[in-house]
């Protein structure tokens, strides 16, 4: 095995260093009613082309461009990544080394961290930024958790436009210590309606994801001014970060937690993972914040240097009191966003936000001047909901056939909605491709 | 320095990337608009993000530079105690790259993604033979998280029995991990004390276990690299109990092929794929910790589960006393697709000799060092051994001035002040893919900087020098933080 670089002469040698006769006799700690009676059963080793060829095989049975046309976001988008991106998230210092646990020599890590959250903070408009959470419904989780912590109330009110995956993780965080989630619904321009939160009791904070699930960009300052008035936290949510290109940032409008994903930012689909969980929030929640923190400081000679720092709110200290249980984190996909981000820049990231908003914007105007209804009003970024009617399941099951993804359909998560989907196009569509979509779902 | 060990190469300066680039420039292209303007009502939109503008050759030269800063297993030898730095195939990229895996939507239909669906099912059976477990479930995103998985599934069991328990028992040999994701489950930790052998003693478990206490929460083999001999007693009295039994394997790299982990007791047991599994660590993270359960827990697991039909695959989500959806799809799969061809590459006598190495290796450090590093306890270790700086306190040398002086001999220093029940612990795991010169190498390091201790102490309290940074002023980083540039 190329990986295990021990002759049988040495094994030899270092066994008799041991003072043990074989391999086995190693275990001996071990009691043998703790063993194994026999060998794994896993199927035979591969050469390195055997199992390029399996891999391959495995790899050509799913549906991906150029071949299949998928128009899919919901919480997973289709950007393009530069292969500098790539080439230098690849390089084996970054990318096999560990947690920063010995500053001086992981300063490579630090800075590129500490770099990540300042441009995190100047896309979400917050004061700080983590290194880094699993994903976006992890950090949305935590971020209810913090408002918790904050606030000492027992109750979160979680828009109905939150990703319904986000909402059922934040069930899963939340409810085992009895916390309890009530929901907002939504109104028929598409957007979080408000007016119960008045009435809700106890609560820690009123959760809003923009642009929401269905697309639609939603009133955050209403938001923090219906949070602020039952003394709750407005925690805003996003699944796609590179509408802040456009938009105004969400700590801009008021939120006082900042939570999402940043998969848009240089990081493939991967089938769903791993992806970037993003959390901000100001300077004064700062050692309210789950996760872990670089901080820039100097070393003994007056260098700049960076640590990671407030390692007391963290669970090796603080154990069962901690702000959260994270450890291992996804820091390398914080590594990919700040290469993406400054990659594209502030002028680039700006104009692909806006070309990203035209070519949904386009799709959006040219189904509904094939006759499809677009049942909500409210401005979009990049994704829409349009109501195909109930008949189009058999020619939405035709078009994936052809390996055409028109959309997912909303029913099961929202059955009030059956006949509407939701549909995603970036700059990677182009006009043609659009236009087909148009085409085929309008025959 | 007394042998020409290390490196003190060239080590370059670099800016914070905003020093960098000039407004107007861009790294990346954009798609020609194809479609017309379409402009957003002004009122929704804000000025953009204040990025610095960057070339190309700019972005490259910054990140190449701050690489240079870093020490990755592929720089050399990584004896970090609890983190099994083995190598990372190179292979693993290129695999978790291929276009079919790494551009897929999580919410294809089942009828475009068999191939992705198919290697989460198949790397689940592999993970189970592996374990000797029944179930498992590649939803969790890294260790800590398969330890709430793990808690959120025992929590969920006590629920369905009718009575929910209250505690929970935590070794003092335990992760910091543990007691934190007990918490989040309103489980209040009992921290029970090892023995004087470093292992558990049953009676100490039989003392504090009752039927309000929901379980054990255990590392086997535990945090001091020793096997837990007693474990299936102790398995026995949570059992007995009515409590169940909880495995942290993080050390799963001393034990595959040798231990069966279901006829020692455990009913759930989280891996980590970024540890044994060879899949890198990235910095920190992303990793990814699947647990493996019992055929009795079954129901508890995360969905949405693989299932298999015949010869298809599909995603199932209506399991009512699943604990829920643990992230936002389903886990890690660019870390699965490693760990798979890791396990592929590798087959049932390779695992098995991975960890006979791993732990001959660890006692050939063991032995080669306990002349001149007290050990902690001078046991037959199994993938990693913990040594203390008892020996160099004379010399006003501690743990963390060693730790420091390796790095001037060019090696990543071991896990330093963990475990807790060790004072000034030094714990060093070698893992199976270092070679006896490379180890012999770190020996002689070792025992030059126990030398340095004794005739000059000064030069190890002073290290790091040949090092990017020298020590840095953690506690004003901490007291007066500066996060953000």
């Known amino acids: ?443 | 320095m007394n042998a020409p060990l290390g490196t003190t190469g060239l080590i370059l300066d670099e800016p914070l990337l905003w020093e960098r680039g000039r407004p107007g420039r861009r790294g990346a292209c954009l798609p020609p608009a194809d479609v017309p303007p379409s402009p957003l009502d002004p009122e929704l939109c804000g000025d953009g993000p204040d990025f610095p503008d960057l070339s190309e050759v700019d972005l490259v030269r910054h990140f190449t530079r701050l690489s240079t800063w870093n020490y990755g297993v592929d720089t050399g030898f990584y004896p970090l105690g609890s983190c099994t730095m083995k190598y990372n195939p190179k292979t693993h990229e290129r695999q978790a790259a291929l276009k079919g895996f790494a551009a897929a939507h999580p919410l294809l239909p089942a009828s475009l993604c068999q191939g992705a669906l198919q290697l989460i099912w198949e790397l689940e059976r592999d993970l189970a033979a592996i374990t000797g477990m029944d179930a498992v479930s590649l939803q969790p995103a890294a260790g800590a998280h398969g330890e709430l998985a793990g808690m959120l599934v025992i929590h969920a069991h006590h629920q369905h029995q009718g009575h929910q328990r209250a505690k929970i028992i935590i070794p003092d040999t335990a992760h910091g991990t543990n007691p934190a994701s007990a918490a989040l489950c309103g489980y209040r930790p009992v921290a029970v004390a090892s023995g004087p052998e470093g292992v558990l003693e049953p009676a100490a478990i039989e003392a504090v276990m009752d039927e309000e206490t929901a379980g054990i929460m255990v590392t086997n083999p535990n945090t001091l690299g020793l096997f837990e001999p007693h474990i299936r007693e102790i398995a026995a009295i949570v059992h007995a109990k009515g409590g169940l039994v909880y495995a942290d394997g993080a050390n799963l790299n001393a034990v595959m092929g040798i231990v069966d982990m279901a006829a020692i007791g455990v009913d759930v047991i989280h891996l980590n794929l970024h540890k044994t599994f060879a899949t890198p660590h990235g910095g920190g993270g992303p990793g990814s910790g699947p647990i493996c359960v019992r055929r009795q827990l079954e129901p508890y697991l995360p969905v949405p589960r693989v299932v298999k039909d015949g010869d298809q695959y599909h995603l199932e989500t209506d399991r009512p006393l699943s604990i829920g959806r643990m992230g936002s799809f389903h886990g890690h799969f660019g870390v699965m697709v490693k760990a798979y061809s890791y396990i592929r590459s590798m087959g049932a006598d390779g695992l098995r000799r991975a960890s006979e190495l791993a732990v001959l290796n660890a006692n050939y450090l063991k032995e080669k060092l306990k002349q001149d590093f007290h050990l902690a306890y001078d046991r037959p270790c199994m993938h990693e051994c913990v040594f203390s700086d008892r020996r160099q306190a004379p010399f006003k040398v501690t743990t963390l001035d060693m730790a420091k002086r390796l790095m001037d001999y060019g090696f990543h220093p071991p896990t330093i002040y963990f475990p807790l029940v060790v004072h000034g612990a030094i714990m060093i795991e070698p893992t199976e893919t270092e070679s006896k010169e490379d180890l012999d190498r770190f020996v002689t390091a070792m025992r030059a900087i126990a030398e340095e201790a004794r005739t000059e102490p000064e030069t190890v309290k002073s290290a790091p020098r040949y090092t990017k940074v020298r020590r840095l002023d953690e506690v004003t980083a901490a007291r007066k933080p500066c996060l953000v540039g």
């Open chain 1, 1 to 443: 095995m190329r990986y295990l670089p021990h002759t049988p002469e040495e094994i030899q040698e270092m066994l008799a260093v041991v003072g043990a006769e074989s391999l086995d006799q190693l275990f001996f700690p071990i009691p043998p009613a703790c063993r194994r009676q026999s060998a794994l059963e896993l199927p035979a080793p591969l050469s390195e082309w055997a199992l390029d060829a399996r891999m391959d095989a495995l790899a050509a049975r799913t549906a991906v461009a150029p071949q299949a046309k998928v128009f899919l976001g919901a919480g997973s988008y289709d950007h393009f990544i530069p292969a500098a991106v790539d080439a230098l998230a690849g390089r084996s210092e970054f990318l096999t080394a560990y947690t920063p646990y010995q500053p001086e020599i992981s300063q490579g890590t630090l800075q590129a961290i500490y770099e990540y959250q300042t441009l995190a903070c100047r896309l979400m408009g917050t004061e700080v930024a983590t290194a880094s959470h699993y994903d976006g419904a992890t950090a949305l989780a935590e971020a209810l958790l913090m408002a918790i912590r904050k606030t000492g109330h027992r109750r979160v009110a979680v828009s109905r436009l939150v990703h319904p995956h986000y909402r059922q993780v934040a069930a899963t965080y939340l409810h085992p210590a009895g916390y309890e989630i009530v929901e907002l619904p939504y109104r028929p321009d598409g957007t979080t309606d408000l007016s119960t939160v008045e009435a809700e009791p106890d609560l820690a904070a009123v959760a809003i994801q923009s642009p929401n699930f269905f697309g639609c960009i939603e009133d955050l300052a209403a938001g923090a001014a219906a949070a602020k008035g039952v003394g709750a936290l407005l925690v805003a949510g996003f699944t796609e970060a590179l509408a802040y290109g456009l938009l105004k940032s969400p700590a801009s409008q008021g939120a006082e937690i900042v939570a999402g994903e940043g998969q848009s930012l240089g990081l493939p689909r991967s089938f769903g993972g791993p992806g970037l969980g993003m959390l901000g929030t100001r300077q004064a929640h700062v050692r309210s914040l789950p996760g872990r923190l670089v901080g820039k400081t100097v070393d003994q000679e007056g260098r700049q240097g960076f640590v990671l720092t407030l390692a007391t709110r963290e669970q090796h200290i603080r154990r069962e009191r901690a702000t959260s249980n994270i450890c291992t984190n996804n820091s390398h996909c914080a590594l990919r966003a700040v290469m993406y981000m400054a990659a594209l820049g502030g002028t680039g990231f700006r104009e692909l936000a806006v070309l990203n908003h035209d070519k949904a914007a386009y799709l959006k105007q040219a189904l509904a001047a094939a006759g499809h209804r677009v049942p909500f009003t409210r401005p979009i970024f990049n994704e829409f909901v349009v109501d195909f009617g109930t008949g189009f399941e058999a020619v939405h099951r035709r078009l994936q056939d052809a390996g055409i993804v028109a959309g997912l359909p909303l029913e099961a998560d929202y059955p009030e909605l059956a006949g509407c989907y939701l549909l995603c196009a970036t700059e990677t569509a182009s006009r043609q491709d659009l236009d087909l979509l148009v085409k085929e779902v309008s025959r």
